[in-house]
Nanobody, 122 residues
Framework: QVQLVESGGGLVQPGGSLRLSCSAS????????LGWYRQAPGKRRELVAS???????DYADSVKGRFTISRDNAKNTVYLQMNSLKPEDTAVYYC????????????????WGQGTQVTVSS
């Protein structure tokens, strides 16, 4: 019923920029936290950035000063602006929505996107 659709991944040269987008569709009343995770080959999934419904943000140390997360509550969409990209940023990036309340339900649920590939290479 609730689905996360991601876009914006691709191939970019070191020092370049990409912007990821993730839109949640369905009868959604509210989402507590929207975030981006990534997983590189041979590594565990890690939190890249998150933003709460009130606008508070959190970033991994490795991306501070380079990445910016933002959300549009009216569109149920979260963005990740990635600048000064490095080869070590190469990974599959996953959108996450936590504390999702549907309009017709009393409960809250978590949803994941399908993942989008980001490759930084010359």
């Amino acid at each position: 019923q609730v689905q996360l659709v991601e876009s914006g991944g691709g191939l970019v040269q070191p020092g370049g920029s990409l912007r990821l987008s993730c839109s949640a569709s369905g009868t959604i009343f509210s989402i507590d936290v929207l975030g981006w995770y990534r997983q590189a080959p041979g590594k565990r999934r890690e939190l890249v950035a998150s933003v709460t419904t009130g606008g508070s943000t959190d970033y991994a140390d490795s991306v501070k000063g380079r990445f910016t997360i933002s959300r549009d509550n009216a569109k149920n969409t979260v963005y990740l602006q990635m600048n000064s990209l490095k080869p070590e940023d190469t990974a599959v990036y996953y959108c996450n929505a936590d504390g999702v309340r549907e309009s017709s339900s009393w409960g809250k649920y978590m949803y994941w996107g399908q993942g989008t590939q980001v490759t930084v290479s010359s």
